[in-house]
């Protein structure tokens, strides 16, 4: 956990302000960071490797960023903003009250509301990798008929595995 112990009160521990959540999780804000960093990517086409190389990073430091796992300083959100051709802002967009009140600031402060269980995040299926390269996929079908075919057969599908 990333603590620390406060200098005035030996042995009394508070929280650090790094932005982890108190169970050492990721904060909320890094994660939704992070998946659009990666929706952007993917939707680009361009793989970690690539991405990484362009901004000086490995592909490992681009995972972590997409996860959340680590977080993404100024300047390096600024060289990203500029290799994936979306404005800063971008990074923040969608996001939900939820995420924005886990905050570091909101954390520190004790504003958050989250605690326990609902400080976990669970990150929007929306941004998950594989619904991603499915609407990719989808869209690269050049013929419109085949598409909608496609698309009536996923429907389909979902209406029969919501009745089983």
């Known amino acids: 956990m990333n603590m620390m112990t406060t200098p005035d ?8 302000t790094r932005g982890r959540q108190e169970n050492g999780a990721p904060n909320p ?15 680009l086409g361009m793989s970690q490797e690539k991405l990484g190389e362009e901004i000086g990073l490995t592909f490992q430091q681009v995972q972590k960023y997409e996860r959340g796992a680590n977080r993404i300083g100024a300047s390096r959100l600024y060289d990203l903003s500029r290799v994936l051709d979306v404005p800063v802002s ?5 996001m939900a ?8 600031m909101a954390i520190i402060k004790g504003t958050s509301g989250l605690t ?9 299926p929306m941004m998950k990798r594989e619904t991603l390269e499915l609407v990719r996929s989808y869209y690269a079908i050049p013929d419109p008929k085949v598409r909608s075919r496609v698309y009536d057969l996923a429907k389909t599908l979902a209406t029969i595995a919501g009745q089983g």
């Open 9 to 16: 009160k030996p042995g009394k521990r508070k929280v650090s």
């Open 29 to 43: 804000v890094d994660i939704h960071v992070g998946s659009r960093m990666r929706l952007r990517r993917t939707l």
């Open 90 to 94: 971008y990074f923040f967009d969608d």
């Open 97 to 104: 009250d939820r995420v924005q009140d886990a905050s570091p």
């Open 116 to 124: 326990g269980e609902a400080a976990t995040f669970d990150p929007d």
